[in-house]
């Protein structure tokens, strides 16, 4: 089991910047992948970036250049840096932890960029 509690969501100004941070209850070293998503009304959840416990990196298209995921083992935390945000990115985010035995994931957080 692992639970997972996201932070860091609100509404900014497009060109600005969020932080999403998202708290493991155990380590990241036994999770095999660690991962964002989103999902607007009306589309599908889709990957928004992902990381290995060995630190391989994975991002749409879409936010390629703009988003960074990084991870703090100590802190049992996944991070996902949002810059030059665009309305389009507008979404609920979760967290998403991938293991052998089961797929976990957070409540989500509401991400809102205004034009």
């Known amino acids: 089991q692992v639970q997972l509690v996201e932070s860091g969501g609100g509404l900014v100004q497009a060109g600005g910047s969020l932080r999403l941070s998202c708290a493991a209850s155990?380590?990241?070293?036994?999770?095999?992948?660690m991962g964002w998503y989103r999902q607007s009304p009306g589309n599908q959840r889709e990957l928004v970036a992902s990381?290995?416990?060995?630190?391989?990196?994975n991002y749409a298209d879409s936010v390629k250049g703009r988003f960074t995921i990084s991870r703090d083992n100590a802190k049992k935390t996944v991070y996902l840096q949002m810059n030059s945000l665009k309305p389009e990115d507008t979404a609920v985010y979760y967290c998403?932890?991938?293991?052998?035995?089961?797929?976990?994931w957070g409540q989500g957080t509401q991400v809102t960029v205004s034009s």
């Open positions: 990381i290995t416990s060995g630190g391989g990196r």
């Open positions: 998403n932890a991938w293991t052998y035995v089961g797929d976990y």
């Open positions: 155990r380590s990241l070293l036994s999770i095999n992948t």
